[in-house]
């Protein structure tokens, strides 16, 4: 959906750097969500924010951290990168006055060798 | 653990066949429903969703069945195609955080052939 970019598309780093992975949105959309997806896990949840002031952990927030600079964007960093943070990282927005539907970027690849 | 669980995680069926995709949850607190659907390379977009307060919800192919006794939904693709090949979440959310909290199931990669 072009209206929720994520960058980069892909990125490969090292064990122990620091990485921080964007999400823009043109929706107005409030609600904001980072998801990394792993083969058989589905999606899993790692942090929500409800506005800018209003940020929440979801199930798997360790090693994570987020920022809500503005309306429209919501960054994801990983403060020093493991392997297993390898995956397919994706955000999303909703606007909960209109439906529960949630509007996923394109994603961003991640591996961390 | 998996507090929503999918089955199978892949499925081969047909051009014209039905797919059949089903879902389990544990938590009763659930009260939306929904399915999203993922290309290769893109991300995943809502498909159809259910609330508890019905038992069947259909738009044009696509069909939810929703049992809560049995805390079990699946979906139903009738008259399968292969633009349909595709993975599909089931997923759950309570009106604690107004749905916004998902919890996705597995997934299943979809195959139709030709």
């Known amino acids: 959906d072009a209206d929720v970019t994520q960058t980069p598309r892909n990125r490969i780093t090292k064990t122990g750097k620091r990485i921080m992975l964007e999400c823009s949105q043109t929706k107005g959309h409030d609600r904001m969500y980072w998801y990394r997806q792993d083969p058989g896990l589905g999606l899993r949840l790692i942090y929500y924010s409800f506005d800018v002031k209003d940020i929440n952990k979801g199930e798997i927030s360790d090693g994570y951290s987020v920022s809500r600079q503005a309306q429209a964007k919501f960054s994801l960093s990983l403060e020093s990168a493991i392997p297993n943070q390898t995956a397919l990282y994706f955000c999303?927005?909703?606007?909960?006055?209109?439906?529960?539907?949630?509007?996923f970027g394109p994603g961003t690849r991640l591996t961390v060798l | 653990q998996q507090q929503v669980k999918q089955s199978p995680q892949s499925l081969i069926v047909q051009k014209g066949g039905i797919s059949i995709i089903n879902c389990a949850y544990e938590n009763t607190a659930f009260d939306y429903f929904p399915w999203y659907q993922q290309f290769p390379g893109k991300g995943p977009a809502l498909l159809i969703a259910i609330r508890p307060d019905v038992s069947e919800k259909k738009e044009g192919r696509f069909t939810i069945s929703f049992n809560k006794s049995a805390k079990q939904f699946s979906l139903h693709i009738m008259d399968s195609q292969p633009g349909d090949s595709a993975t599909y979440f089931c997923a759950a959310s309570s009106g604690e955080t107004s749905g916004s909290r998902l919890t996705f199931g597995e997934g299943t990669q979809l195959t139709v052939n030709p």
């Open positions: 999303a927005t909703s606007d909960y006055r209109v439906s529960n539907e949630q509007f």
